[in-house]
């Protein structure tokens, strides 16, 4: 049976989060989308609220991920304790609330194991190593495939990683790996030798008209003229970064890698 999995770039403001759980329904359907992963570490620009994080289950949304502003609303500490199916970076220290990872039911009683990790070039240097982490996880639990969203700044450690993890001998059943954190859509969704789908970055739900999700006139303030502002999240239209990833459930090999995003 093949599964189609749909991963969800950075989700950035509220606007963003609206447009997405009126599209997301329609998506699932004409793409036949059995498990949807969504990055909502932006939702509230700088981090996400437990009322954000309940809506995007509500629209649709199977496991949300996080990455370096998991905790800059502190409101959600509690549901990350709570709430398996809201995941913080694996690879952060043990001491922080949260999860990292999870086994979830798909189609037919199928195991789908999410993994959350974050990169350390450039982002968060105190983090454990993500290809050893992954790793760890994938040999110590049992899924029947796994999928991996890899917050990283740098392109290069996202397909360090992925060609690591597809390369172990005996390989565990790694479907897909997919970067976010940048908010721009790469062109490189593939299936790499040994069958892990891959794309260096989902891209982002968010105003087309903005830098990264941000109004212009704030981005240009920060680099213009060096006075520290807050960033404001731009207005609509607004564009989704996703790409739906084709599983063999009984192998847990990608078999296709197609970006589908949309724009309103």
């Known amino acids: 049976m093949n599964i189609n999995i749909l991963a969800i770039g950075d989700i950035c403001g509220t606007g963003a989060q609206a447009y997405l759980a009126r599209i997301l329904r329609s998506v699932k359907a004409e793409h036949g989308i059995h498990f949807v992963v969504a990055n909502g570490e932006n939702a509230d620009g700088l981090g996400i609220l437990p009322k954000q994080a309940e809506l995007l289950f509500q629209s649709g949304v199977d496991v949300i991920t996080l990455g370096n502003h998991s905790y800059n609303k502190r409101q959600i500490v509690p549901m990350l304790d709570e709430n398996r199916y809201l995941?913080?970076?694996?690879?952060?220290?043990?001491?922080?609330?949260?999860?990292?990872?999870?086994?979830?039911?798909?189609?037919?009683?199928?195991?789908?194991?999410?993994?959350?990790?974050?990169?350390?070039?450039?982002?968060?240097?105190?983090?454990?190593?993500?290809?050893?982490?992954?790793?760890?996880?994938?040999?110590?639990?049992?899924?029947d495939f796994w999928l991996i969203d890899f917050h990283a700044e740098a392109t290069s450690e996202k397909g360090a990683l992925v060609y690591y993890l597809d390369g172990l001998s005996p390989r565990p059943p790694l479907a897909a790996v997919w970067g976010t954190h940048t908010h721009v859509p790469t062109a490189d969704a593939r299936i790499l030798p040994n069958g892990t789908g891959f794309v260096s970055d989902l891209g982002m739900v968010g105003g087309v008209n903005s830098v990264i999700g941000i109004r212009p006139a704030d981005s240009i303030n920060a680099f213009l003229c060096g006075v520290p502002k807050f960033y404001t999240q731009a207005d609509g239209p607004h564009t989704a970064g996703m790409v739906r990833f084709t599983v063999d459930s009984k192998t847990g090999v990608c078999s296709a890698a197609q970006r589908i995003d949309q724009f309103e």
């Not at 913080?88 to 922080?96: D, I, K, L, V, Y």
């Not at 959350?116 to 190593?129: K, M, P, Q, T, V």
């Open 87 to 143: 995941l913080r970076p694996a690879n952060f220290g043990p001491a922080h609330p949260g999860r990292g990872f999870g086994v979830f039911e798909g189609p037919t009683g199928l195991r789908i194991g999410v993994i959350n990790l974050i990169g350390r070039c450039e982002l968060h240097f105190h983090a454990d190593n993500p290809l050893l982490k992954a790793e760890e996880i994938m040999r110590q639990n049992e899924a």
